[in-house]
């Protein structure tokens, strides 16, 4: 009997720390994106698993499945993920005219592949994404406390971008987690002037997107700014003098700054050294139907077409509406940043989106998962509770609905 009274003494006991642990404000950095993370994973975990087994899905020539013996795996390997897999399993690809694997970037398929020997490559692609969401998220939840300085803005961010309708691809073996977590961390060293992190993980980015090779120009501006050069004082003559002695005293850490692109380097060195165009991986873009027209023709474009469609009988590309409503978000949002959070945060923003949508509006809802500073933005709106609980309630629903779209290989971004 004393045994069990201490027992219970003890559980009592580890339950309180816990719970004063939990509770913690030192702690918040890791406890708030823990919840975001295990809610927002079990919604689209148990949709995806509902719609997997509940709905037929569609079937026929190139609708895969990797491991239907295992259905929690399964899932999340749909669509492109069939070529991060194939790079890992048998290397690149390359042939004019066909949809090549060359197109997709070198870091995610390195990362699963230092896995794939213990699990195999579907589960260390799943293990990659879900390790890098949660970094993510912790990352950017220390971003937004330390912009805004309010931890409750930081705790609505990671729940927004972790909830938003398309974030069942920070599951998926998509490569959208990991550039998401080494964009937040070379914003998070930039912003606090640890350039040679900053330069580490912008490396990281350019090695993981096309677009990550901007982040030179991103953490050129932090570092501007850091010796009193912005775009909004450029034409006085006390920034120039501040960027002259940043030049005289600092020069090495802006050298570091301008090895950023290294990743993006190394990979057109391999396509030139393996197949003879360091830039195949656009040139196999056309395969895709992907032209550069610009997204000043692009939206106008698939949006006539959108509002030309059947809405009585059905016959509507809806994927377009929620790509162009991502777009405009995107792009608002961003207009509001500069002011907000500076120049290098709202150029961000519309790299990320404006580079995909000047070739097509597809997938651009998925794009827009790692334009962060959006949700950012969101977050600190979110102080009015009516706005907090559309958030919450809309992104989550949708959320559902798109995993139970993806899953059944119904196009979505």
């Known amino acids: 009997m004393q045994a069990i009274h201490q027992l219970r003494d003890v559980s009592n006991e580890n339950l309180t720390r816990f719970v004063g642990w939990w ?6 950095w890791i406890t708030r994106p823990l919840v975001a993370f ?35 795996l399964d899932v999340w390997a749909r669509w492109d993920s069939a070529f991060y897999l194939s790079i890992v399993e048998r290397g690149y690809f390359f042939q004019i005219g066909t949809q090549s ?73 998509y490569t959208e987690s990991t550039f998401l977590l080494f964009s937040i961390a070379t914003f998070y060293f930039a912003r606090r002037h640890l350039w040679a992190w900053a330069m580490l993980f912008g490396i990281f980015c350019s090695a993981a997107r096309i677009i990550g090779f901007t982040m030179v120009g991103v953490v050129g501006l932090e570092w501007l700014a850091a010796h009193g050069w912005t775009l909004g ?16 005293t600092d020069w090495l850490n802006l050298l570091l700054i301008l090895m950023i692109p290294l990743g993006l380097i190394s990979y057109m060195v391999f396509l030139y ?17 992907r032209e550069t027209l610009g997204f000043w023709t692009v939206i106008p ?20 509406a929620l790509d ?26 519309l790299i990320s989106i404006l580079i995909p949508a000047s070739s097509g ?17 969101l977050g600190w709106w979110g102080r009015s509770s009516t706005l907090d609980r559309t958030i919450t309630i809309g992104f989550s629903m949708f959320l559902g609905v798109l995993t139970t779209v993806f899953v059944n290989w119904i196009f979505v971004a």
């Open 233 to 248: 004082t450029f034409l006085k003559m006390d920034a120039w003098r501040n960027l002259i002695r940043g030049l005289r």
């Open 101 to 173: 694997s060359v197109a997709f970037f070198p870091l995610y398929p390195l990362l699963i592949s230092l896995l794939a020997p213990l699990v195999g490559s579907l589960a260390a692609g799943v293990i990659v994404s879900h390790t890098c969401l949660f970094g993510a998220l912790i990352f950017l939840y220390r971003l937004t406390e330390f912009e805004f300085h309010d931890s409750r803005t930081a705790a609505r961010t990671v729940f927004y971008i972790a909830s938003f309708p398309t974030a069942f691809f920070f599951s998926a073996v």
């Open 23 to 28: 509770n913690n404000p030192s702690y918040y």
């Open 38 to 72: 295990i809610i927002t994973r079990l919604i689209v975990f148990i949709a995806a698993y509902l719609a997997e087994i509940a709905i037929p899905g569609l079937s026929g020539a190139g609708l895969y499945h990797v491991n239907p013996n295992n259905v929690f």
């Open 361 to 377: 509006s597809g997938s651009l809802s998925r794009y827009a998962l790692v334009a962060f500073p959006v949700f950012m933005m």
């Open 273 to 289: 050294t393996t197949y003879g165009d360091p830039v195949a991986f656009n040139t196999t873009q056309a395969a895709w139907g």
């Open 301 to 320: 474009r698939d949006l006539f077409r959108f509002l030309g469609g059947n809405f009585l009988t059905g016959d509507i590309w809806y994927h377009v």
């Open 324 to 349: 162009i409503g991502a777009f405009f978000l995107v792009v608002a949002v961003a207009l509001v940043l500069w002011r907000r959070l500076g120049a290098s945060y709202a150029l961000y923003c």
